[in-house]
């Protein structure tokens, strides 16, 4: 093993990065208003301009009573081809009806139906959305579709120009994947500029949903996507030549996952794995800047129906890892296998617990550890610097807590981790692998259940629990 394992990271929703703080979404109303406030306040401004004009005489103002009524009969006589000029206008029914055309193109394959809508001097996003949509075409969806959201539409309008921002939803469930439809939104920008003239998207942002802000993996480059039982692995169109590869070892990883859980049945037995191309890409799906040097996370999903508070529970995560990591730089599988295995440990059981709920970390990250660390292709392995943080007397026999186990230094996290691992390998070997994995589902069930569930499973409160694993630990230093 390295010096420094590189760890993996789940992505716990409370953190805000994937997961789902709902007061996330509060600062969109306000930076709406904030854009509808400065345009009131240019009305009023052009307004106050249009009476001083009138009152100097600038505007108007010179002809006498009977020339302006001659003037009106003379409008009126005129018809509309004299009227002032229409304000341009863009109607709700016209936005949903390209709403509904693109999801038809996304059915029925057709790429230039799908792009149609879009302004044709915009290149760049008629580039974007074309690859948007071959990606998509490479996943098995058992439903994929927009709708309009229930936000409010933000509009900015003047004589010359109307402009529309929709939030729109990809609903979607990859089939085997996701138990529930997920939720994905967009932010589409529409623009008319005169009345009457034709009606063109203009651009395309991300926009969260329940708190929850992607990108998912169609969103950032062109993909390859390879199909396993319990694999959907996509890579980047760059790592064509190896995702075959990938897939098979991630397929390997799933299935040992899976006949290792001794726990209640799963929610999902299949799981998307997106191996991202470069570091930027990584950090942009996973926004782990400043969090370490995470090899991997588990993206909470949102589900369709969160914000109806009908469904509570999280979807589960979709796992990313880093394709310019440690697990890819080298023809030895160990690496590749301890990160994958992690993650898909986080995917597994992410769909016990409530939406927007907080992990408790060791637990988690103890659990995810334990897979890979129980694989008897370990055996002989261990982390040196846990070892040497035992040995040097440093271990106090706490349980880490979430400070530690995401701390900004790597030695803590990787030292923390490897704790939590030995805690839930400890829970297994000493009182049964349903035992331990009992007890994962039920603290992710309902982390305040915690000592409850300890006690559950091993017959001790938590301290006489952390006793008997600072023996553990001791005896099997970074081991
Ligand atoms: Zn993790």
């Known amino acids: 093993?390295?010096?420094?394992?590189?760890?993996?990271?789940?992505?716990?929703?409370?953190?805000?990065?994937?997961?789902?703080?709902?007061?996330?979404?509060?600062?969109?109303?306000?930076?709406?208003?904030?854009?509808?406030?400065?345009?009131?306040?240019?009305?009023?401004?052009?307004?106050?301009?249009?009476?001083?004009?009138?009152?100097?005489?600038?505007?108007?103002?010179?002809?006498?009573?009977?020339?302006?009524?001659?003037?009106?009969?003379?409008?009126?006589?005129?018809?509309?081809?004299?009227?002032?000029?229409?304000?341009?206008?863009?109607?709700?029914?016209?936005?949903?009806?390209?709403?509904?055309?693109?999801?038809?193109?996304?059915?029925?394959?057709?790429?230039?139906?799908?792009?149609?809508?879009?302004?044709?001097?915009?290149?760049?996003?008629?580039?974007?959305?074309?690859?948007?949509?071959?990606?998509?075409?490479?996943?098995?969806?058992?439903?994929?579709?927009?709708?309009?959201?229930?936000?409010?539409?933000?509009?900015v309008s003047d004589s010359g120009r109307a402009a529309v921002m929709v939030v729109v939803s990809f609903v979607h469930r990859v089939e085997g994947v996701d138990p529930v439809a997920?939720?994905?939104?967009?932010?589409?920008?529409?623009?008319?500029?005169?009345?009457?003239?034709?009606?063109?998207?203009?651009?395309?942002?991300?926009?969260?949903?329940?708190?929850?802000?992607?990108?998912?993996?169609?969103?950032?480059t062109a993909l390859v996507v390879e199909r396993r039982p319990h694999v959907v692995l996509a890579a980047a169109v760059a790592n064509k030549a190896e995702a075959a590869t990938w897939a098979d070892k991630a397929e390997a990883a799933a299935r040992r996952d899976l006949d290792a859980w001794r726990g209640p049945r799963l929610p999902v037995d299949r799981f998307v794995v997106y191996v991202t191309p470069d570091r930027r890409t990584f950090d942009e799906i996973a926004s782990t800047k400043g969090r370490g040097p995470a090899a991997g996370v588990c993206v909470s999903l949102a589900?369709?129906?969160?914000?109806?508070?009908?469904?509570?529970?999280?979807?589960?995560?979709?796992?990313?890892?880093?394709?310019?990591?440690?697990?890819?730089?080298?023809?030895?599988?160990?690496?590749?296998?301890?990160?994958?295995?992690?993650?898909?440990?986080?995917?597994?059981?992410?769909?016990?617990?409530?939406?927007?709920?907080?992990?408790?970390?060791?637990?988690?990250?103890?659990?995810?550890?334990?897979?890979?660390?129980?694989?008897?292709?370990?055996?002989?392995?261990?982390?040196?610097?846990?070892r040497a943080y035992v040995n040097d007397g440093r271990f106090t026999g706490r349980l880490p807590v979430d400070g530690e186990i995401h701390s900004a230094d790597p030695a803590t996290t990787s030292i923390s981790y490897h704790l939590s691992m030995q805690a839930i390998r400890f829970l297994a070997e000493e009182f049964g692998t349903d035992k331990a994995h009992t007890f994962v589902a039920e603290v992710y069930r309902d982390a305040s259940r915690l000592d409850a569930a300890l006690t559950a499973a091993t017959g001790l409160d938590r301290a006489a629990f952390e006793r008997t694993w600072a023996r553990y630990v001791k005896d099997h230093p970074g081991s």
């Open 1 to 155: 093993m390295s010096d420094t394992p590189v760890p993996g990271d789940s992505t716990p929703p409370a953190t805000g990065r994937v997961g789902g703080d709902p007061r996330h979404d509060a600062d969109e109303p306000r930076v709406e208003r904030r854009a509808m406030l400065v345009t009131v306040a240019a009305s009023i401004a052009v307004a106050l301009i249009v009476v001083l004009l009138v009152a100097t005489g600038v505007i108007g103002g010179t002809t006498n009573a009977g020339e302006r009524h001659q003037r009106v009969e003379d409008d009126r006589t005129a018809g509309a081809a004299e009227a002032a000029p229409q304000r341009p206008e863009i109607r709700d029914e016209e936005v949903e009806a390209v709403v509904a055309a693109r999801s038809r193109a996304l059915a029925e394959h057709n790429v230039d139906a799908f792009v149609a809508p879009i302004d044709p001097t915009a290149g760049e996003l008629i580039a974007e959305q074309r690859r948007l949509f071959a990606n998509l075409a490479l996943f098995p969806f058992a439903e994929a579709r927009y709708t309009v959201s229930n936000q409010p539409p933000r509009s």
């Open 303 to 386: 589900p369709l129906t969160l914000t109806d508070g009908k469904q509570t529970r999280q979807v589960g995560c979709r796992v990313v890892v880093d394709g310019a990591g440690k697990g890819f730089a080298t023809s030895d599988d160990a690496i590749f296998k301890q990160i994958v295995e992690h993650e898909l440990g986080h995917a597994m059981v992410a769909g016990f617990a409530p939406a927007w709920t907080e992990h408790v970390s060791w637990v988690a990250e103890g659990f995810a550890e334990s897979l890979p660390w129980s694989d008897p292709r370990m055996a002989n392995k261990y982390n040196p610097t846990a």
């Open 182 to 220: 997920i939720a994905e939104n967009y932010r589409w920008t529409f623009d008319r500029t005169s009345a009457g003239g034709p009606l063109w998207m203009t651009a395309v942002s991300t926009a969260p949903y329940g708190g929850v802000m992607y990108p998912m993996p169609w969103d950032q």
